[in-house]
């Protein structure tokens, strides 16, 4: 698990607003199912949120086809928002085949197909969550994800 900081460029994204972890404190936490490299690696889940375009979170070798996850924790419930935003390292290839978007752990709230450079995904009530999982359930290799947002488009 790490701790992040919010990156300064969440803070703006073409009107669509970040949404904190809590209202005095921008610190969410990073969980995802393993590393390539451990937790001290080149490829950590800090990688996600740390605002570097260049960097990403790929899981361990070892891991099963299918079995690949990242969660955002410790988010403010009272928090609303209505958008996701994947974005996979685009320069090693696509890989995300087909993935799904839980809130809550529970509530599947999009499937999707492929990811690509960007891809945002429109809830259509904002929701409020703990936590949000990208499940990815099929790729070409190990998926390559090199940042996940939650936004809040007033214009929704």
Same mark, same amino acid.
């Given at each position: ?33 393993? $590393?390539?490299? &451990? ?6 889940? !800090?990688? *996600?949120?740390?605002? /570097? %375009? ?16 990242? $969660?955002?924790? &410790? ?6 928002? !209505?958008? *996701?935003?994947?974005? /996979? %390292? ?67």
């Amino acid at each position: 698990m790490a701790s992040i900081q919010k990156p300064p460029f969440f803070s703006s994204f073409v009107g669509i607003q970040y949404v904190p972890a809590s209202p005095s404190a921008t610190l969410f936490v990073v969980k995802v199912s393993s $590393e390539r490299g &451990g937790k001290w690696g080149a490829f950590t889940a !800090n990688n *996600v949120a740390d605002g /570097e %375009a260049r960097t990403y979170w790929t899981p361990a070798k070892e891991e099963k086809k299918g079995g690949f996850w990242i $969660e955002l924790r &410790g988010l403010n419930p009272r928090s609303k928002f !209505n958008v *996701v935003r994947i974005e /996979e %390292a685009i320069w090693m290839g696509k890989r995300i085949r087909r993935h799904m978007v839980y809130v809550d752990e529970h509530v599947v709230v999009r499937n999707g197909t492929t990811v690509g450079h960007k891809r945002l995904y429109r809830i259509r009530r904002p929701v409020a969550a703990r936590r949000v999982r990208i499940r990815v359930l099929k790729s070409r290799g190990p998926p390559l994800l090199s940042a996940l947002g939650l936004h809040f488009d007033p214009y929704g």
